[in-house]
């Protein structure tokens, strides 16, 4: 027992106190600023793997990019990408960064379904389904719960049982083969319930956005309650994203 205690004193607290200001250390690409500096358009299109740069103005959406940094490495002059980790939004139009643009992206409150802060704001049972994920979103979401990200001290855990969720986690471009499971498991979460939208190829399909192996009429068929992008997603764009789409500010 003394020698359990000495454990825990030397160990001191592993929490990150503060989920809203921490700091990432290290290379961590987040929210990427634009500036209104002219380069060759379509050169800097083509460095894209997956179509998320457009032109006139350039913008780079956030729910198609995978965060390679190819084009702030070859355009540094023209993009690069902050440690800004709070970047997930109900708004899919929020994910679009266009030049010139320095704002945060926020959850759209005028957007938020009324009964999301009625009955979530302190209590959220997630079920996740991993539809064809390569498992890098789902190691984020295991690591939102751990001992120094600890999601759960705001009551958002996740549950074994669609039947005991308040909403379903989606990672993965969904592929044809999960389309039905996905299905079920959704329609085995009781009303009220939430979409929660995680990673790059759940978003958008990411680099197999053009494959036939998909079925996404999911995401066209449901009204999706929060995207959180990144490939993988972080931990904290992950909590903060729930946090405020679940909490009125
Ligand atoms: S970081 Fe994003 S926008 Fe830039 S090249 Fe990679 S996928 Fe495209």
């Excluded at 938020?112 to 984020?140: M, T, Y």
Aim: aromatic share 8%; proline share 7%.
């Amino acid at each position: 027992m003394f020698d359990n205690l000495k454990i825990l004193y030397h160990q001191g607290k592993q929490f990150i106190p503060d989920v809203t200001n921490a700091r990432i250390p290290g290379i961590f690409r987040g929210r990427p600023v634009i500036t209104t500096t002219k380069v060759d358009g379509q050169a800097l299109m083509d460095v894209c793997p997956t179509n998320a740069i457009t032109l006139n103005p350039v913008t780079i959406d956030l729910g198609k990019c995978t965060f390679c940094g190819e084009c702030a490495r070859l355009f540094p002059e023209k993009i690069s990408f902050t440690n800004d980790y709070r970047i997930s939004t109900n708004d899919r139009q929020r994910l679009l960064v266009s030049e010139g643009q320095t704002t945060q992206i926020e959850v759209n409150p005028a957007i938020v379904r009324p009964e999301i802060h009625r009955l979530f704001k302190r209590s959220l049972k997630l079920r996740q389904v991993s539809a064809g994920g390569d498992n890098s979103c789902e190691w984020e979401l295991n690591a939102s719960n751990n001992v120094q990200f600890d999601m759960s001290r705001f009551g958002i855990e996740f549950v074994a049982s669609p039947r005991h969720a308040d909403g379903i986690v989606i990672t993965g471009p969904i592929s044809e083969n999960m389309a039905e499971p996905l299905q079920i498991c959704y329609d085995a979460v009781p009303d009220p319930k939430i979409i929660v939208l995680v990673g790059t190829d759940a978003i958008s399909g990411g680099i197999y956005a053009d494959s036939p192996a998909l079925d996404r009429s999911f995401t066209e068929k449901y009204p999706i309650d929060l995207f959180i992008p990144g490939n993988p997603a972080h931990p904290l764009t992950i909590i903060n994203g729930l946090l405020d789409l679940t909490r009125k500010k």
